[in-house]
């Protein structure tokens, strides 16, 4: 009974020592794959850098554009209510309300 005892405890041992070999060995592995992935990874990620530089690049000038756009947009509704404003003006001078009111008793023309 006590070989028996002591042939289990030390296979025990054994697969325990050789689990934590297959650890070691698989930790290695990932650390070795993770290192590689890394390094592939670096051309892409230059590549992406320069790709959101530009991006932002293009983004500034579409935001200088839209400003732009925005400024006339203003500056056509200044004029657009300068013009109404004008043309009120017009309507209420005395002198055309009186042409309005001769008009109005002028005599057609008969052929």
């Known amino acids: 009974m006590g070989t028996t005892a002591l042939i289990v405890f030390l296979s025990s041992l054994a697969i325990g020592l050789v689990s934590l070999v297959?650890?070691?060995?698989?930790?290695?592995?990932?650390?070795r794959t993770a290192r590689y992935g890394y390094k592939d990874l670096q051309p892409w990620l230059k590549l992406y850098q320069e790709y959101m530089m530009n991006l932002q690049g293009s983004l500034k000038i579409m935001e200088k554009r839209a400003q732009n756009i925005t400024e006339i947009g203003l500056q056509m509704r200044e004029s657009v209510d300068d013009m109404q404003d004008a043309l009120e003006e017009m309507r209420n001078?005395?002198?055309?309300r009186a042409a309005g009111f001769m008009r109005r008793f002028k005599r057609s023309p008969q052929l």
């Open 22 to 31: 297959v650890l070691v060995y698989s930790a290695l592995s990932i650390y």
């Open 93 to 96: 001078h005395p002198l055309v």
